[in-house]
C-alpha cells in the first residue's frame, strides 16, 4: 500500500530534479513521477502532478511567504532541501483545501527529519507554524472535508 508520505517524497524529488537539472517539467513528470509504483493509482498520480505543478506555478508566492518568516537570512541561502519541502507544505496549506494544515505540517517534519539536518525538522515546523497564523489571519487558508471537525466545531 502506497501512502502519500511516499507520493510526497517523490514530488520532493521531482522538483529538487527540475531545480537542480533544469529539464522541462514534462520530463521530469514522465521520467520521476510516471515511473513509479503508484502511478497507476490515478489519484495518488493526479495528486502528485498536483502538488508538483502547483508548488511550480505559485514558486515566487510560496518562496515570499517562506522569505517573510525567516528573520535576517536570505532564501537563496536556505538548504534547497528544506526550501522545497517549505513550498510543498506551503502549497497544501493555501491549494489543497481537503488535507488539513496539521497533516502538512507533520509530513513537512517528516521529509525534513529523513533528507536535510538534524535541525531541519525544527527549523521547518518553526517557519510554518508562523507562516499558518499569517495565512490564518489573511484568510488565505480555506480548509473543508474530512480531518478538519475541530475547525468547524469551533475549537
Request: charged letters at 35%; one cysteine or more.
Amino acid at each position: 500500500m502506497i501512502n502519500r508520505r511516499k507520493v510526497r517524497e517523490t514530488v520532493l524529488r521531482a522538483l529538487y530534479a527540475h531545480q537542480l537539472g533544469k529539464d522541462s517539467t514534462q520530463h521530469v513528470v514522465d521520467t520521476l513521477i510516471k515511473k513509479e509504483k503508484f502511478s497507476e493509482e490515478k489519484e495518488l498520480r493526479r495528486f502528485a502532478e498536483k502538488l508538483f505543478f502547483r508548488s511550480l506555478d505559485h514558486s515566487e508566492e510560496l518562496d515570499e511567504i517562506t522569505s517573510k518568516h525567516i528573520r535576517n537570512w536570505d532564501i537563496n541561502r536556505l538548504a534547497l532541501i528544506d526550501r522545497l519541502i517549505l513550498k510543498m507544505a506551503l502549497c497544501e496549506f493555501v491549494y489543497f483545501e481537503e488535507i488539513p494544515t496539521k497533516v502538512s505540517i507533520n509530513e513537512a517534519i517528516e521529509m525534513a527529519k529523513r533528507y536535510s539536518t538534524a535541525k531541519s525538522g525544527r527549523f521547518i515546523n518553526g517557519i510554518l507554524d508562523a507562516a499558518l497564523t499569517d495565512l490564518e489571519e489573511q484568510g488565505k487558508i480555506q480548509k473543508k472535508g474530512r480531518g478538519l471537525i475541530e475547525k468547524t466545531l469551533g475549537k
